[in-house]
């Protein structure tokens, strides 16, 4: 199993650009969340999906979108990149209540 | 609201020293809790998982306990070594969907 992958490792983006980071997990879980890692701020929920269909959001969710279409992915879209969302983007799995797996991140800058 | 507290907020320690890391949280009313490790630039891996139900788990080195009616959990760490020198990170999670509440992490540098 390749377990929880993220793509790209690193992104840098221009204010009012829009991108899309990539989530992909083949361990057939039904919970994926996106969390964001800021200095001082710690890791902080931003949108969870518990199943192919259902999306919510969690703690910060302005200037994110999601979808869920199938087990495996689950992408984060950025509408519009502010310099406030320069950030560690993680991505985490896991059967509904259970141990937790996450990706390796990505590195976004925006400027 | 559940808040997750962990202090020290940083930790240093001789090689071969036990330590116990503390994490508490303000709500009792937890699903389980879980216990990450993070070394500097990668991401967050799982050390250990403890149930609502359960009091403690243990992996290898690693003892986790949990006590939901005074809101605290800890990490035991056996024998230290330079290689656990990484950030400690517990969460909560409140409800069976697991969205995870997490501390601020503490960082522990284990001296040779």
């Known amino acids: 199993n390749a377990g929880v992958t993220q793509t790209p490792k690193f992104q840098v983006l221009k204010t009012g650009q829009s991108m899309t980071l990539q989530c992909a997990q083949d361990m057939n879980h039904e919970y994926m969340s996106w969390y964001r890692q800021d200095p001082g701020m710690g890791l902080r929920l931003i949108h969870y999906s518990v199943g192919a269909g259902i999306t919510d959001q969690g703690e910060v969710p302005n200037g994110y979108n999601v979808s869920r279409s199938t087990t495996e992915d689950f992408p984060l879209r950025l509408l519009s990149a502010a310099p406030s969302q320069t950030s560690v983007y993680f991505c985490?799995?896991?059967?509904?209540?259970?141990?937790?797996?996450f990706g390796p991140g990505t590195r976004l800058t925006v400027t | 609201k559940q808040e997750v507290t962990q202090i020290p907020a940083a930790l240093s320690v001789p090689e071969g020293e036990n330590l116990v890391l503390n994490c508490s949280f303000t709500?009792?009313?937890?699903?389980?809790l879980q216990w990450f490790r993070q070394d500097p630039g990668k991401g967050l891996t799982s050390l250990l998982l403890i149930q609502s139900s359960q009091r403690e788990q243990t992996s290898g080195r690693l003892n986790a306990s949990l006590d939901k009616s005074s809101g605290r959990s800890t990490l035991y760490i056996a024998a230290s070594q330079p290689g656990d020198s990484a950030t400690y990170l517990c969460?909560?999670?409140?409800?069976?969907?697991?969205?995870?509440?997490f501390g601020k992490g503490t960082k522990l540098s284990v001296k040779p």
């Open positions: 709500d009792s009313a937890i699903y389980n």
């Open positions: 985490a799995s896991s059967y509904r209540g259970a141990e937790q797996y």
């Open positions: 969460a909560a999670v409140g409800g069976s969907q697991g969205n995870l509440i």
